[in-house]
Nanobody, 121 residues
Framework: QVQLVESGGGLVQPGGSLRLSCAASGSILAILAMGWYRQAPGKQRELVAHISSDGTTNYADSVKGRFTISRDNAKYTVLLQMNSLKPEDTADYYC???????????????WGQGTQVTVSS
């Protein structure tokens, strides 16, 4: 079974930085793309950043210029560097892997358990 393990969340003051990490493990042959989503209390889950296998990235307008996503294809790991954090960035952050290929079944998507990010004075 494929698992996504997230780490790096926590409490930070406004203007501070955090670095989230997500590592996929299991019988993985390939992953098409990986990304980060977030969900704040009372709000729907939204895309934060996304990176494809060729390195193409895209970001939510609210985080452009502040967040940077990167990927290590060999290790099936995705990182999210978050700078200049704002209170509105407070949310549960979820790692996503799109079209994960294994040696035991057809490709499918996987989600991590989520990691909490709180931005507060």
């Amino acid at each position: 079974q494929v698992q996504l393990v997230e780490s790096g969340g926590g409490l930070v003051q406004p203007g501070g930085s955090l670095r989230l990490s997500c590592a996929a493990s299991g019988s993985i042959l390939a992953i098409l793309a990986m990304g980060w989503y977030r969900q704040a209390p009372g709000k729907q889950r939204e895309l934060v950043a996304h990176i494809s296998s060729d390195g193409t990235t895209n970001y939510a307008d609210s985080v452009k210029g502040r967040f940077t996503i990167s990927r290590d294809n060999a290790k099936y790991t995705v990182l999210l560097q978050m700078n200049s954090l704002k209170p509105e960035d407070t949310a549960d952050y979820y790692c996503n892997a799109e079209r994960v290929f294994t040696d035991w079944g057809p490709p499918r998507d996987y989600w991590g358990q989520g990691t909490q990010v709180t931005v507060s004075s």
